[in-house]
Nanobody, 124 residues
Framework: QVQLRESGGGLVQAGNSAKLSCVIS????????LAWFRQAPGKDRDFVAA????????VYADSVKGRFTISLDNSRKTVYLEMGDLKPEDTAKYFC?????????????????WGQGTQVTVSS
């Protein structure tokens, strides 16, 4: 079992960048696929990006492809989401998630561990 704690959210102007961090604690964390999801008020929790524990494979939602980058620092046990060219529609609460034997990383039910989330607000 692992625990996740996100940080790095805040208020950002459109066109600027921001970086989210998710610190992973617990045992056997390197057996997991790690992902970022986001949820805007009144909407579903949507997939943003995922990375395998070895950092060798990444997947992105079409809406963020080319603007966001997910990465993993094994020494710090931290997964990052670097967000560039932010748009008002990127405003949401961003959640870090972890799951084992994830066959379809875009699906919410593939993950059994979630962080509390961090709010990102993009002003126009």
């Amino acid at each position: 079992q692992v625990q996740l704690r996100e940080s790095g959210g805040g208020l950002v102007q459109a066109g600027n960048s921001a970086k989210l961090s998710c610190v992973i604690s617990g045992r056997a964390w390197n057996a997991y696929t790690l992902a970022w999801f986001r949820q805007a008020p009144g909407k579903d929790r949507d997939f943003v990006a995922a990375i395998k524990w070895d950092g060798g494979s990444t997947v992105y939602a079409d809406s963020v492809k080319g603007r966001f980058t997910i990465s993993l620092d094994n020494s710090r046990k931290t997964v990052y989401l670097e967000m560039g060219d932010l748009k008002p529609e990127d405003t949401a609460k961003y959640f870090c998630a972890a799951g084992v034997e994830v066959a379809r990383p875009q699906l919410r039910y593939a993950y059994d561990t979630w962080g509390q989330g961090t709010q990102v607000t993009v002003s126009s």
